[in-house]
């Protein structure tokens, strides 16, 4: 029987009063919270929570985590821990709705609080969540997710077939030190019939310095109905292990977020594209050890994401992003030029998936490649080490701007099935600008991020 889970968001607003001020400040909070179970009412459920907190002129904090405690019977409450930055310091937001039968709609919407520094008292205020605003949002966003989806996402998708590449690649940065980490996981087919094999590679990122790296493989491919392994190097469920040159990792993957398809779904079950693209959750966090020579990185809570690949190689030219934009939201960017004939005379094609407020955009992943009645087609400008996207869908635009720093970029050989080579230039420490504007009337500007070193992206040619 396939486990199931349950992920809603919610957004409450309030005041608080701080330590050493003289009045009272608005707080925002926009949480995340994702459940194992469906959360039955008689037991005690505890969710995972993250999201963003905002303290007006002091706090602004996307990277909030905590726990949820959902007990409306047993102990009639609901418990909401969570820790946040403000200026520096750690802080911890402890309080719980007191759930009352006679109070039913205040009890479930209102929540006071205290803030905590070390066990220290340090503030207090209440929380409430907006109904008139809020309730509408907080039930269409209700999902009940199979957990098991992102297992079955990285089994081998080659069935035997010639001619075909198969990719499992991880990247993720490291909160404490900056640095980058790539893992690449590949198996390839040779279009002549010749035996699979597997390859990949293993990089470091460090920031103020050249990247690291090293290859394992070529070895047989042999198939595991898990995910990738070959030569005592696996990418399974849960879990990133090997070994090569200087290198050894030993890393867990905890999935945040249903699967993200930056290709449209369908590509994914029939691959009759040149190539298809996802990740089996939008991001994830990471822990474990990644040694490389006499340094070793530990990680903990490392934010990133896992990704696969399915097709007939690479293309004749291409950029790639993944950008973890905070609070849960997610930017994923493919823009490439096939080899096939006829396409291969077509300006760059540009799939773009954002991952926001828990839904995606463009609704469809074949928008911003190919519109709608030839409005909407999104545009790339790729070059090194800046390449842009830009485009329409609906009544929403973006802006894209991707900057591979040259001290942190690695140039890797690729071959393709067809024993063509190409060469891609990789950077885990990437910089990014992204713009959302909405159109009301007139375009005005709905949300933008700035990344320094945190996103993930890549630039290929033959």
């Known amino acids: 029987m396939t486990a199931r889970g349950t992920v809603f968001r919610e957004t409450m607003l309030g005041r608080v009063r701080l330590a050493g001020d003289d009045s009272d400040r608005p707080v925002r909070l926009d949480l995340l919270a994702r459940a194992d179970s469906l959360m039955p009412t008689r037991r005690t459920t505890r969710a995972r929570l993250t999201g963003r907190i905002r303290i007006a002129g002091r706090a602004d904090d996307p990277e909030a985590e905590g726990e949820l405690e959902i007990s409306p019977l047993a102990r009639r409450r609901i418990r909401y821990r969570l820790g946040f930055r403000l200026e520096g310091r750690r802080l911890l937001l402890d309080g719980w709705k007191s759930l009352s039968l006679k109070r039913p709609v205040s009890s479930m919407t209102v929540l006071p609080y205290t803030l905590y520094e070390d ?14 605003t809020g309730l509408l ?14 297992e079955r996402s990285l089994a081998p998708r080659w069935d035997g077939t010639p001619g075909r590449t198969e990719v499992w690649y991880t990247t993720l940065t490291d909160p404490a030190t900056g640095s980058g980490v790539w893992l690449h996981h590949e198996v390839v087919a040779p279009r002549d019939g010749g035996p699979a094999y597997a390859h990949g590679w293993v990089a470091v990122f460090p920031p103020g310095g050249p990247a690291e790296h090293a290859r394992f493989g070529p070895t047989p491919w042999t198939g595991d109905p898990r995910g990738f392994s070959a030569g005592g190097i696996s990418a399974a469920p849960g879990r990133l292990r090997g070994s090569a040159g200087p290198f050894a990792w030993a890393l867990t993957e905890e999935p945040q977020g249903p699967p993200l398809h930056t290709f449209p779904r369908w590509s994914w079950r029939h691959p009759w594209l040149p190539a298809s693209h996802m990740l089996p959750a939008a991001r994830a966090r990471y822990r474990g050890t990644v040694r490389h020579g006499t340094r070793e990185l530990r990680l903990r809570d490392a934010p990133g994401a896992s990704a696969r690949i ?33 396409l291969d005379r077509l300006p760059p094609l540009v799939f773009l998936r954002l991952y926001r407020n828990g839904r995606g955009w463009p609704r469809r992943a074949e928008r911003s490649a190919v519109g709608w009645a030839g409005i909407g087609r999104f545009r790339a400008d790729i070059g090194l080490p800046r390449w842009r996207v830009e485009g329409r869908a609906g009544l929403r635009r973006v802006r894209v701007t991707v900057t591979l720093p040259p001290d942190g970029t690695l140039a890797l050989d690729y071959t393709d099935p067809d024993g063509s080579a190409a060469v891609c230039r990789n950077s885990g420490r990437a910089d990014a600008e992204v713009s959302l504007e909405r159109w009301r009337g007139r375009w005005r ?13 890549e630039v290929g040619d033959r």
């Open 310 to 342: 399915y097709g007939h190689g690479n293309a004749r030219r291409w950029a790639w992003l993944h950008a973890d934009l905070g609070g849960g939201d997610v930017l994923e960017v493919v823009a490439a030029v096939s080899m096939r004939r006829g």
């Open 445 to 457: 500007p709905e949300a933008a991020w700035r990344l320094t070193g945190t996103a993930h992206a």
């Open 119 to 132: 066990g220290e008292r340090v503030g207090e205020g209440v929380l409430r969540f907006p109904l008139a």
């Open 137 to 150: 949002p907080f039930l269409a966003g209700f999902r009940f997710p199979r957990a098991a989806e992102a």
